[in-house]
């Protein structure tokens, strides 16, 4: 009976090899759920609760999240107001998880309905420091890793150095009175901070939000009086009003911006890095128009 147990054993070990062993991880939305998988990599079972193209300002939890966020050791959440409903869950599913704020030590920016902008992700720089965060956190919660751990967020930081170079020399060019975009939502406001680009929403932070008629025709004047040439859709918000503007205007839209998601694996912007270099590309293009 022993020796069988263990032949048993050893069957099902070879099948699952190391599940077992990994540090279970929950992080809230797709962008952070692949900043922690550059962090742990093979050694963290990841699971994201707001996948690719979803949208975590209209999130609503399912048995099977509270199922994973109960049996996790790590629940990454971003902070700044951005996935309170992940503190929610925790006390719905009893879970004993280190909650991990990623954006801790990020200096927020903006202020709407009393709460700071919550997109810091897009300046690179505070990813740099989610990523510290991150290991930190992985490495107290599975020290035999830790080595592991840290070579991995050593090697994305400079990634992420080389990206915030990058995305400030493809911007270089590009005079500052033609650095102007129009989005969906008020989603870019680090993005405008780090790299030096205007931009302007009929929305505010949330994509829960309803544009006024005084709001969007104020931004149709605006567009026009500036002669902004780019206006962009996002992935995770309602198509309709930036087509509206666009219609308005006669302004070409110019393509679709990855703000507050990723893209599916087979889209323009499956990761961070690839997503803020999708963004940088349009952004680029579009303001580039006439020069």
């Not at 704020?101 to 997109?119: Q, R, S």
């Not at 840290?150 to 060019?173: F, G, H, K, V």
């Not at 270099?277 to 303001?287: Q, S, Y």
Request: charged letters at 20%.
């Amino acid at each position: 009976m022993i020796r069988l147990a263990a032949c048993l054993f050893s069957f099902w070990a070879a099948i699952f090899p190391a599940a077992a062993g990994k540090l279970k991880v929950v992080a809230t939305f797709s962008i952070l759920g692949d900043i922690a998988s550059r962090v742990g990599g093979d050694a963290i079972e990841l699971k994201t609760l707001v996948g690719p193209n979803g949208d975590a300002h209209m999130y609503e939890a399912t048995a099977a999240d509270a199922r994973s966020v109960a049996r996790a050791q790590v629940l990454l959440v971003n902070g700044l107001s951005f996935d309170d409903w992940a503190h929610r869950l925790v006390q719905a599913s009893r879970s004993k998880a280190n909650v991990v704020v990623a954006a801790n030590g990020v200096e927020p920016l903006g202020e709407h309905h009393g709460h700071a902008d919550p997109h810091a992700w897009q300046d690179v720089r505070n990813v740099v420091v989610y990523v510290a965060n991150i290991e930190r956190a992985f490495a107290a919660a599975d020290p035999a890793k830790g080595a592991t751990y840290a070579a991995n967020a050593a090697s994305y930081r400079r990634e992420l150095e080389a990206l915030d170079t990058d995305i400030r020399n493809a911007l270089s060019p590009i005079a500052p009175v033609r650095r102007k975009a129009v989005t969906t939502h008020g989603s870019f406001a680090y993005f405008e901070h780090a790299y030096d680009v205007a931009f302007t929403a009929p929305l505010g932070t949330s994509t829960e939000e309803q544009a006024s008629a005084k709001s969007l025709a104020a931004l149709i004047t605006g567009v026009r009086t500036a002669a902004i040439k780019a206006l962009f859709l996002e992935n995770v918000a309602d198509p309709r009003l930036m087509r509206q503007v666009a219609r308005e205007t006669g302004v070409e839209l110019a393509g679709t911006l990855y703000a507050d998601a990723l893209s599916t694996k087979d889209g323009p912007a499956p990761t961070y890095i690839a997503l803020m270099r999708h963004n940088v590309a349009l952004l680029t293009a579009a303001m580039a128009r006439g020069l």
